[in-house]
């Protein structure tokens, strides 16, 4: 679920480009939750740097919004501000608050379409950057372990043991690949083969029948009857891109 904020203070400007998300979800994968603000200063009194994409209209009463979008990314670095306007001039400034886009008015749904692909898979990316930063407890022979997913390049089977490579280091306790795979499979990591389970924030390319990965000269092979679900999972990560 994408958390859209619409501020925007005319009705029928706020509802066509509402209509438009809303037939996005029906046409797409992905589903909003949209909640509406008719002036800056409300949503900057309740805002808490909860939603993921913001959809600014410039010419509001009281705060205008390109001055609510300066607020705004003070408090929240990471939401995707998109500005609405018919005034195609202020582009340049919206450079400042780090805009993502500009939907000139009246809104085209084929337009936005187009430019919802690319705003709904950054902000996936984010989530699932957000997502990798999870803590797994390791039960190890003699301690237990916290790992940030985030430390972690790959995990290997070996003379039935599994080794954890991270980034400075390695761990090796007992345990299953599959036991490992269902533990780390929300933080988006996959198995290459059935020897291999990958972190995909570390995957730098894909060479044939091997993964090369960021932060190790390793190579990993990618087995024949991993490659097709291996190769989607990672083009899925990088948004399509791969």
């Not at 290459?192 to 090369?212: F, G, H, M, R």
Request: aromatic share 8%; net charge neutral; charged share 30%.
């Amino acid at each position: 679920m994408i958390n859209v904020i619409v501020l925007e203070d005319e009705d029928i400007a706020a509802e066509k480009l509402i209509s438009c998300l809303k037939r996005f979800e029906k046409d797409s994968k992905y589903s909003f939750k949209i909640t509406r603000y008719d002036n800056a200063v409300k949503l900057l009194e309740e805002y808490k740097s909860d939603a993921d994409i913001i959809f600014v209209d410039i010419q509001l009463p009281m705060i205008n919004g390109m001055s609510a979008a300066h607020m705004i990314r003070k408090q929240d670095a990471e939401v995707v501000i998109v500005f609405v306007t018919n005034l195609a001039q202020y582009a340049i400034e919206g450079y400042e608050v780090d805009a993502m886009d500009f939907v000139l008015k009246p809104v085209s749904y084929s337009t936005l379409a187009l430019k919802l692909e690319r705003l709904c898979k950054i902000v996936e990316h984010k989530k699932i950057k957000q997502d990798t930063s999870k803590t797994i407890v390791f039960n190890t022979k003699n301690s237990i372990m916290r790992i940030s997913a985030d430390d972690i390049l790959y995990i290997e089977v070996h003379n039935h043991n599994l080794i954890i490579h991270l980034k400075e280091d390695k761990l090796t306790l007992r345990g299953t690949i599959s036991a490992m795979y269902e533990k780390l499979k929300d933080c988006y990591f996959t198995l290459c083969n059935s020897c291999y389970l990958v972190n995909l924030a570390y995957v730098k390319s894909i060479d044939n029948d091997e993964v090369v990965l960021n932060g190790t000269d390793d190579r990993l092979k990618i087995s024949q009857p991993k490659r097709k679900t291996f190769v989607q999972e990672v083009a899925k990560y990088f948004g399509g891109s791969i």
